[in-house]
């Protein structure tokens, strides 16, 4: 079993839809859990980060984490073609200059 | 503020080649990470430096890959020879020192595309 399990999809949503993205793990001393987008040909760009479980909001973003289940989720509300990407999932143990274990990332189109 | 640098960014060669991959990071940052993506998959670490120290290089193939990181400012990646298996793209990242606003992000290169034919 992988350490983060992310489903790749690909996912094609309308314009507007409501989007779930969801990642689970299996090492329980992750504390720190991030969403990164990544456009094609570009390197990754953090989206959203929390520590510990809880919601966090930011615009029409919301990230989840369920740490009893080890489940993370990334909501995007009102989407946009603009948010057409590739999204990851990575966490960490520490808080700090640590390295990331990543998911595979979920390929998402979002159709005008 | 300028963003993490890398070159070249797309570099083709065949087996058994050597082949090496540049780094600048943010100006300031002193950690830098570079990270292996392979098509379809999430980027892995390969190793970590702090300043020009490594902290982590568990998962560097050290039997062909190298890394360094001079002065502790940029740094390079070394594969050789290369193999059929590292056609990835290899990412460079670099982060603020911990405590410091946003000490906690890692900021990407672009990355360059290596295939191995």
């Known amino acids: 079993q992988k350490e983060v399990e992310q489903d790749p999809g690909p996912l094609s949503v309308p314009e507007g839809a409501i989007v779930s993205l969801n990642c689970t793990y299996s090492?329980?001393?992750?504390?720190?859990f991030m969403w990164y987008r990544q456009y094609s040909r570009k390197g990754p760009e953090l989206l959203m980060y929390?520590?510990?479980?809880g919601n966090k909001e930011d615009g029409r973003f919301t990230a989840q984490v369920d740490k009893s289940s080890k489940y993370i989720s990334l909501f995007i509300r009102d989407s946009q073609p603009s948010d057409s990407a590739t999204y990851l999932c990575?966490?960490?143990?520490?808080?700090?200059?640590?390295?990331?274990?990543f998911g595979k990332g979920t390929r998402l189109s979002v159709i005008a | 503020e300028a963003g993490v640098a890398q070159s070249p960014r797309y570099k083709i060669i065949e087996k058994r080649q050597s082949v090496a991959f540049w780094c600048n990071p943010i100006?300031?940052?002193?950690?830098l990470y570079w990270y292996q993506q392979i098509l379809g998959q999430g980027p892995k670490l390969l190793i970590q430096?702090?300043?020009?120290?490594?902290?982590?290089d568990s998962q560097l193939p050290k039997d062909r890959f190298s890394a360094e990181r001079l002065k502790g400012v940029d740094s390079t990646l070394k594969i050789q020879p290369a193999k059929l298996e590292d056609s990835a793209v290899y990412l460079c990242?670099?982060?603020?020192?911990?405590?410091?606003?946003?000490?906690?992000?890692?900021?990407f290169g672009p990355g360059t595309r290596l295939t191995v034919l």
């Open positions: 929390t520590y510990s479980s």
């Open positions: 430096f702090q300043n020009n120290g490594v902290v982590d």
């Open positions: 990575a966490m960490s143990e520490w808080i700090g200059n640590t390295p990331l274990v």
């Open positions: 990242a670099s982060s603020p020192t911990p405590g410091t606003r946003r000490g906690n992000e890692q900021f």
């Open positions: 100006s300031g940052h002193a950690t």
């Open positions: 090492n329980s001393a992750f504390q720190y």
